[in-house]
């Protein structure tokens, strides 16, 4: 019997920004700001309300998750003077 896993992606954004895109296959992503400042921006619009940035509270991890056969997208997560943690898979 063949054991199947699931992989992971991780990676730490300083002072940088991570966006996420369709093609990337992202079904679950964490975010941690672990130092400094951090936001994270949906493209989603609600009526006529276009989302907006959210500013990360340090050491308080969040989370996005699709059950749909579609990936995750339009979300960006920007570090622009700090230091976030990322968990990702597909």
Same mark, same amino acid.
Request: no cysteine; hydrophobic share 45%; proline share 3%.
């Given at each position: 019997?063949? /054991?199947? $896993?699931?992989?992971?992606? @991780? @990676?730490?954004?300083?002072?940088?920004?991570?966006?996420?895109?369709?093609?990337?296959?992202? %079904? +679950?992503?964490?975010?941690?700001?672990?130092?400094?400042? $951090? @936001?994270?921006?949906?493209?989603?619009?609600?009526?006529?309300?276009?989302? +907006?940035? !959210?500013? !990360?509270? !340090?050491?308080? #991890? /969040?989370?996005?998750?699709?059950? +749909? #056969?579609?990936?995750?997208?339009? /979300? +960006?997560?920007?570090? #622009?003077? $700090?230091?976030?943690?990322? /968990?990702? %898979?597909?």
């Amino acid at each position: 019997m063949a /054991i199947i $896993g699931q992989k992971m992606f @991780t @990676t730490e954004l300083v002072n940088s920004t991570f966006n996420i895109t369709a093609e990337q296959g992202i %079904r +679950s992503i964490s975010v941690l700001l672990i130092s400094g400042a $951090g @936001t994270v921006t949906g493209n989603l619009t609600v009526g006529a309300t276009a989302s +907006s940035a !959210l500013n !990360l509270a !340090l050491n308080t #991890p /969040i989370t996005f998750e699709t059950d +749909s #056969p579609t990936s995750l997208v339009g /979300i +960006s997560i920007e570090a #622009p003077a $700090g230091t976030v943690q990322i /968990i990702a %898979r597909q």
